[in-house]
C-alpha cells in the first residue's frame, strides 16, 4: 500500500493524470450536440450467372424470376448525434434513403433490429424506383436506430445514402463497413492485443522515470537508456490506442447484426492468451 501512495505522490503522475483530464475535456467539449444519422454496413455477393462457369442451362432466380445476382447488404443506422431529431424534422421532397445503382432491383427489404419499439423505424419501397429503399421513423433520440437487411441484385453490392433531414446539413454520414473478423482473428482477440501492447508500452514508459523501478522494488543491473524506453514505449502505447480506436464498436450494442455477434464469440481462455502474448513476446 505504501508504494501505491509513494507512486501517487510523484508530481509526474500528477501531470499524466492531468493531461489525460485536458484530452477528456477536449473530447467532451467536441462531442456532437446536434442530431448525425449515421450508417455502416457489411454488404456481400451471395450468387452470381455472371461468372462465365455455368453452363446456359443454369440461371439465377428469385422468387420465379431470372436475376442476374443476388447481394445481401445488412445496414445499420442511428442517430449519433446529441440532440433528438423527430418524424417532422424529414423534409418529405428528399426523404432519407438508401440508393443502389441505377438499373439493379432491391428484391426484399427489411428492418430485423431496433433500439425500441417506440421509434417506429419503417423502411418502404416504391415499384417505380426499384433500386431505392426510403426510411422514416417516429423520432430518434441518441443512439436510436435500426438494423436493416436488403436483399438486392447490385454488384457491387455497397448503398449510397441521401437524404435531406432539418438541423442535419452534413447529411448522412458514412461510418465504415462492419468488419465480422480481421483475417481468421476474431475482433475481440485482435483488440485483445492491442491491451496487451498498450499495457506494455506503458510499462516501459513507466520505467523511463528512475523513482518507478524503486518504488515497484525492481533491482536493474544494466537499465536500458531512458530515450530507448520513452521513444519505445511511447511508440508501442500509440499504435495500441490507435488500434483499439479504430476497431472499435461505433454503432449501438442493440444493434449488432447477428453474424458478427456469431463470428466474435468471447472465450476468456483465449482473450487471457492473446493479452499475455502481447504483453511478453
Same mark, same amino acid.
Given at each position: 500500500?505504501?508504494?501505491?501512495?509513494?507512486?501517487?505522490?510523484?508530481?509526474?503522475? *500528477?501531470?499524466?493524470?492531468?493531461?489525460?483530464?485536458?484530452?477528456?475535456?477536449?473530447?467532451?467539449?467536441?462531442?456532437?450536440?446536434?442530431?448525425?444519422?449515421? /450508417?455502416?454496413?457489411?454488404?456481400? =455477393?451471395?450468387?452470381?450467372?455472371?461468372?462465365?462457369?455455368?453452363?446456359?442451362?443454369?440461371?439465377?432466380?428469385?422468387?420465379?424470376?431470372?436475376?442476374?445476382?443476388?447481394?445481401?447488404?445488412?445496414?445499420?443506422?442511428?442517430?449519433?448525434?446529441?440532440?433528438?431529431?423527430?418524424?417532422?424534422?424529414?423534409?418529405?421532397?428528399?426523404?432519407?434513403?438508401?440508393?443502389?445503382?441505377?438499373?439493379?432491383?432491391?428484391?426484399?427489404?427489411?428492418?430485423?433490429?431496433?433500439?425500441?419499439?417506440?421509434?417506429?423505424?419503417?423502411?418502404?419501397?416504391?415499384?417505380?424506383?426499384?433500386?431505392?429503399?426510403?426510411?422514416?421513423?417516429?423520432?430518434?433520440?441518441?443512439?436510436? *436506430?435500426?438494423?436493416?437487411?436488403?436483399?438486392?441484385?447490385?454488384?457491387?453490392?455497397?448503398?449510397?445514402?441521401?437524404?435531406?433531414?432539418? *438541423?442535419?446539413?452534413?447529411?448522412?454520414? /458514412?461510418?465504415?463497413?462492419?468488419?465480422?473478423?480481421?483475417?481468421?482473428?476474431?475482433?475481440?482477440?485482435?483488440?485483445?492485443?492491442?491491451?496487451?501492447?498498450?499495457?506494455?508500452?506503458?510499462?516501459?514508459?513507466?520505467?523511463?522515470?528512475?523513482?518507478?523501478?524503486?518504488? =515497484?522494488?525492481?533491482?536493474?543491473?544494466?537499465?536500458?537508456?531512458?530515450?530507448?524506453?520513452?521513444?519505445?514505449?511511447?511508440?508501442?502505447?500509440?499504435?495500441?490506442?490507435?488500434?483499439?480506436?479504430? +476497431?472499435?464498436?461505433? /454503432?449501438?450494442?442493440?444493434? +449488432?447484426?447477428?453474424?458478427?455477434?456469431?463470428?466474435?464469440?468471447?472465450?476468456?481462455?483465449?482473450?487471457?492468451?492473446?493479452?499475455?502474448?502481447?504483453?511478453?513476446?
Amino acid at each position: 500500500m505504501e508504494k501505491v501512495v509513494d507512486l501517487l505522490n510523484q508530481g509526474w503522475f *500528477g501531470a499524466i493524470l492531468g493531461i489525460l483530464g485536458l484530452v477528456f475535456g477536449l473530447y467532451q467539449i467536441r462531442k456532437r450536440t446536434d442530431p448525425q444519422l449515421v /450508417y455502416q454496413h457489411w454488404s456481400q =455477393l451471395l450468387i452470381t450467372g455472371h461468372i462465365g462457369l455455368l453452363p446456359d442451362e443454369v440461371s439465377v432466380s428469385y422468387q420465379g424470376r431470372k436475376v442476374p445476382r443476388v447481394s445481401l447488404s445488412h445496414v445499420v443506422i442511428w442517430n449519433s448525434g446529441g440532440a433528438a431529431m423527430r418524424e417532422g424534422d424529414i423534409v418529405h421532397e428528399d426523404p432519407p434513403r438508401f440508393v443502389f445503382p441505377e438499373g439493379d432491383e432491391i428484391l426484399k427489404a427489411e428492418v430485423i433490429k431496433r433500439t425500441r419499439p417506440a421509434i417506429d423505424f419503417k423502411l418502404n419501397l416504391d415499384p417505380t424506383q426499384p433500386n431505392i429503399a426510403t426510411f422514416g421513423f417516429s423520432f430518434l433520440d441518441r443512439n436510436d *436506430g435500426a438494423l436493416l437487411r436488403i436483399l438486392h441484385t447490385a454488384s457491387p453490392p455497397e448503398p449510397t445514402s441521401h437524404g435531406t433531414v432539418v *438541423g442535419m446539413p452534413r447529411g448522412i454520414e /458514412y461510418g465504415g463497413k462492419i468488419t465480422l473478423r480481421y483475417g481468421v482473428m476474431p475482433l475481440w482477440m485482435l483488440r485483445a492485443n492491442f491491451v496487451g501492447m498498450a499495457l506494455a508500452g506503458g510499462f516501459a514508459l513507466a520505467l523511463s522515470f528512475p523513482q518507478v523501478p524503486k518504488i =515497484l522494488g525492481l533491482s536493474i543491473d544494466r537499465p536500458p537508456s531512458i530515450l530507448i524506453l520513452i521513444i519505445g514505449g511511447g511508440l508501442y502505447l500509440f499504435l495500441a490506442l490507435m488500434g483499439l480506436y479504430l +476497431t472499435r464498436r461505433k /454503432y449501438p450494442a442493440k444493434l +449488432t447484426p447477428d453474424e458478427v455477434i456469431e463470428a466474435n464469440k468471447f472465450d476468456v481462455r483465449q482473450v487471457v492468451g492473446a493479452v499475455l502474448n502481447s504483453f511478453f513476446k
